[in-house]
Nanobody, 120 residues
Framework: QVQVVESGGGLVQPGGSLRLSCAAS????????MEWYRQAPGAQRELVAY???????NYIDSAKGRFTISRDNAKNTAYLQMNSLKPEDTALYYC??????????????WGQGTQVTVSS
């Protein structure tokens, strides 16, 4: 079993910053991609950013220049630094990790999400 826990969300004013964390634990041999998604009320879940094990990164257009994804492979943790936040960034943010388990199987695991609210 693998557990994924997000943290770091909260209420922030427009222009502010937040740093989200995604910690994976359990029967992990290797974590491949670590990805951040978000889902606003009434909207579909969208991929915000991802980072491969080798550190290759990609972002949704609206996040480029404002968000930075990073990871610490020793800690099985990913981060999403979000700067210059806008009200339209308000959403529930989820982390998904692709794991090679200790039983040599590959699965995707999701966390429960952390709420980000950008409002004055």
């Amino acid at each position: 079993q693998v557990q994924v826990v997000e943290s770091g969300g909260g209420l922030v004013q427009p222009g502010g910053s937040l740093r989200l964390s995604c910690a994976a634990s359990g029967s992990i041999r290797v974590i491949y991609n670590m990805e951040w998604y978000r889902q606003a009320p009434g909207a579909q879940r969208e991929l915000v950013a991802y980072i491969t094990r080798d550190g290759i990164k990609n972002y949704i257009d609206s996040a480029k220049g404002r968000f930075t994804i990073s990871r610490d492979n020793a800690k099985n943790t990913a981060y999403l630094q979000m700067n210059s936040l806008k009200p339209e960034d308000t959403a529930l943010y989820y982390c998904k990790v692709t794991v090679l388990t200790t039983t040599s199987q590959i699965y995707d695991y999701w966390g429960q999400g952390t709420q980000v609210t950008v409002s004055s």
